[in-house]
Structure formats: C-alpha cells, structure tokens
C-alpha cells in the first residue's frame, strides 16, 4: 500500500523535471546571445587576417561615436522589415501558417520566461554581430576583392548567404534573403554599420517581444492544422 501511494508522487516530481529539460528558455537565451556575440571576433579576425583592416584602424572606429542622423536612418530603416514581420503573422497562405508553427511552437517557448534585458542583450548581439561578420567582412571583401564585382552583385550573394544560414522553410529562407539584401543596400548607401546594425538590432527585439506576447494572448487559440482563431469567435478556418 505505501508503495502504491509512493507512485503517483513520484510521477509528479518527473513531469516538471522532463518539461524544464524540454524548453530552459534562460538556457536558449543565453546560448543564443554568446553565439551572436562571438560573430563579432570571428569577423575581427577575418578582417584582420584578410587584411581588410588593422587593430589600429578598429580602435580608431571605435572613438567615433554614431551621429544623430545615423541612428535616426536605423531606426526608420526597421519599418520595411516590421511591415514584412506583419505579413508573416497574418497572411494565411500555407506556407506562412508553417512558418508562424515554428515561431509559435518553438520560438516562443524557449523566450516566452525571458526578461525584456536578455532579450535586448540577444538582440544587439545578432545585430553586432550578423552585420559584422556579412555586411562588414563578407560584403566589403566581395567588393574590394572581386576585380569589379558590381555592388548590385555583392549585395545579392552576401544576402544569400545570409538567407542560407538562417534556412529554417523555404519561405523563411526567402524573407531572410530578402532582408539581407535590403541591410546590405543600407550598408553601402550609408557607408556605415550603424544603421544596418541599428536597424536588425530593433527589428529582432520587437520581433521577439510581438512572439512572446502573441502566444501569452488569450484571445488567439492556435486550432490543429495552423488555423488562427479568436477565442470565442465563430469565424470560420480560412
């Protein structure tokens, strides 16, 4: 009899244990945040030992603070990425619903007990550390090693690759494309990281708090098959 109690205690104290192994959001986090962050020596190096520049032409940037103007182009340069981010979460095309499962089955849970500074901290982490290393290293090596290369031509091959490494479906694989391809034009007009910076530190940041509290919403219910519903509502699946 005392076994047969001790049981079902038992299997309580195994559910919590499985579901924190399961999602450790602090754990995504942070991991996520350190890779992001190491981008940025990874592309110190590759500049330096491609010679794209010196340590002291990289202490010399760093004494030179971003303007006013600069940062404002890189907070207005995150409004096309955020109309991009609107389509994803409402457009009802399969492809899209796909996508939403990802961010809303995977994503959310590994940040959804996240605090908004860790989430900022991986924020400015990808966006130092992406444009670094592609716009920063890959796109300017394009140019000043490619005999000519067109910009045009750099610019869509850097934003392949940045579409390739970020290949979760085909259609997030196309808008990461797309993205790359519109933070490298940035980087050329402006001649700076600033804004391309600025700009995909924003934009993920936003993202990323939109994906949190879009899955805590109770007036949204995620129904088998992808279909979005308002909680409650009669409105048929689309």
């Known amino acids: 009899m005392a076994e047969n109690e001790n049981n079902p205690g038992a299997d309580t104290d195994l559910r919590p244990q499985a579901t924190g192994q399961r999602t ?3 754990n995504f986090v942070f991991f996520g945040t350190l890779v992001e962050s190491s981008l940025v ?19 010399a940037g760093f004494q030179q603070f971003p303007s006013p103007v600069s940062l404002g182009v890189g907070v207005l340069a995150t409004l096309p990425m955020l109309a991009l981010l609107v389509l994803v979460l409402h457009a009802s095309g399969r492809a ?4 939403r499962a990802f961010l809303e089955e995977t994503l959310a849970p590994s ?28 796109q300017a090596g394009l140019l000043q090693w490619g005999g000519g290369l067109p910009v045009p031509l750099a610019i ?38 600033v804004a391309p910076v600025l700009a995909h530190a924003l934009y993920d940041f936003i993202a990323l708090v939109v994906i949190v509290r879009r899955q805590a919403d109770p007036a ?11 909680a409650g509502a009669d409105a048929q699946p689309e």
């Open 24 to 26: 450790r959001p602090g």
């Open 41 to 59: 020596l990874v592309a110190w190096i590759l500049g330096w030992l491609t010679g794209l520049w010196t340590w002291a032409d990289l202490a």
């Open 96 to 99: 899209f619903v796909r996508m």
């Open 111 to 138: 940040i959804r007990d996240s605090s908004l500074v860790a989430l900022l901290g991986l924020s400015l982490a990808a966006g130092l550390g992406e444009e670094w290393l592609f716009r920063g290293v890959l």
């Open 156 to 193: 869509l091959i850097v934003g392949i690759i940045f579409g390739v490494c970020h290949w979760i479906t085909p259609l997030y694989f196309l808008l990461a494309t797309i993205t790359g391809i519109y933070l490298g034009w940035l980087y050329w007009a402006t001649g700076s990281l």
């Open 220 to 230: 949204v219910k995620q129904y088998p098959g992808g279909v979005e519903e308002a």
